[in-house]
């Protein structure tokens, strides 16, 4: 079975400065999708990034990169310019091509201090 | 209009109560999950579904049942509640083709049982 560890239960940040959260998976299958979420305060599920194992090149959605390194099987994030909104519970997780279900870190709460 | 939308979004029941949980959604996807949070846990997974007559267990799934009235319709369980059953529930939908496997979430039931 798949397993994802999110290493870092807290992180802060400085508003404006650029954060890492780390994220390390297991699993056997030589294709498969990888994903951080945002959960802010109101508790809703928010895509924030997606990574497909086959593309070498690592995803960026504006502020939001990733770092991935499939031979270690590492997926980070790295926010830039950070910013109040981001403040939330970011949680990676995995999904296999044809699995469709998804395995979730146990998440990393971000405070970003004004 | 939320694309997945879960009722109630909160509520409080006693022991040994039966409750049911519903999910609605309205983006044409086959495949509906339901997931529970804990806090400090990522989401572990309830029960499944890739379509009406296709459910299958999750690995949380003792306690829970599910029932899929149809492509849009996905409703969870407890038959007789219990207080270690107290925690946030999320219903979500997936298209594994265009979609790529990502998850879309319902806004949550919180759900306490005394």
């Known amino acids: 079975a798949q397993t994802v560890t999110q290493s870092q239960p807290e992180m802060s940040v400085q508003e404006a400065e650029t954060v890492t959260l780390s994220c390390t998976y297991d699993t056997s299958e030589s294709d498969y999708y990888l994903f951080w979420y945002k959960q802010p305060p109101s508790r809703q599920m928010i895509l924030v990034i997606r990574q497909e194992a086959y593309k070498q090149q690592n995803a960026t959605e504006n502020r939001f990169s990733v770092n991935f390194q499939k031979a270690a099987k590492s997926f980070s994030l790295k926010i830039s310019d950070s910013q109040l909104g981001d403040a939330a519970m970011y ?3 995995y999904s296999g ?3 469709g279900k998804s395995t979730f870190g146990d998440g990393t709460t971000l405070t970003v201090k004004p | 209009d939320a ?4 009722t109630p979004r909160n509520r409080i029941t006693k022991t040994g109560k039966r409750i049911m949980l519903e999910c609605s959604q309205t983006k044409g996807h086959d495949r509906m999950y339901w997931y529970r949070q804990d806090p400090g846990l990522g989401l572990r997974l309830i029960y ?4 009406v007559k296709d459910i299958n267990k999750g690995e949380i799934s003792d306690g829970y049942s599910v ?3 149809a492509q849009a ?3 969870l369980s407890l038959e007789s ?3 270690n059953q107290t925690a946030l529930y999320f219903c979500a939908t997936s298209d594994p083709g265009a979609g790529k496997n990502i998850q879309y979430f319902g806004a949550g039931t ?3 049982v005394l």
């Open chain 1, 97 to 99: 091509t044809n699995a």
């Open chain 2, 67 to 69: 029932s899929r009235q």
């Open chain 2, 3 to 6: 694309d997945v939308t879960q």
């Open chain 2, 48 to 51: 499944y579904s890739f379509d």
């Open chain 2, 81 to 83: 509640a219990i207080p």
């Open chain 2, 73 to 75: 319709k996905f409703s």
């Open chain 2, 110 to 112: 919180r759900l306490s």
């Open chain 1, 91 to 93: 949680f990676c997780a």
